[in-house]
């Protein structure tokens, strides 16, 4: 069964950059897209990235477009998020997911813990 944990969240000054990391386990990770969401307190879930199975198609929400690029290395069963240019509304927890039917990450079944990244000076 699949499993996904994230790493990488932290406390960063605007203008900084973190790399998130989800990394896999019980499966291979090249069967699924997976996606970066987050949520901050108050507000709902927000799809960040989805990334294909292979890799070779990606799609951000406009809030983060130019400044976070999702990828993966399916050979060490990894994806990332490096987050440039981090803003004080991008604090939130951010969350991977794998999504086995689709390439959109609009339904994915397995979920990580989430890590909190908070942007502030």
């Known amino acids: 069964q699949l499993q996904l944990v994230e790493s990488g969240g932290g406390l960063v000054q605007p203008g900084g950059s973190l790399r998130l990391s989800c990394a896999a386990s019980g499966n291979a990770l090249d069967y699924y897209a997976i996606g970066w969401f987050r949520q901050a307190p108050g507000k709902e879930r927000e799809r960040v990235s989805c990334?294909?199975?292979?890799?070779?198609?990606?799609n951000y929400a406009d809030s983060v477009k130019g400044r976070f690029t999702t990828s993966r290395d399916n050979a060490k069963n990894t994806v990332y998020l490096q987050m440039n240019s981090l803003k004080p509304e991008d604090t939130a927890i951010y969350y991977c997911a794998a999504d086995p039917f689709s390439s959109s990450c609009s339904s994915a079944t397995v979920w990580g813990q989430g890590t909190q990244v908070t942007v502030s000076s």
């Open positions: 990334i294909s199975r292979s890799g070779q198609s990606t």
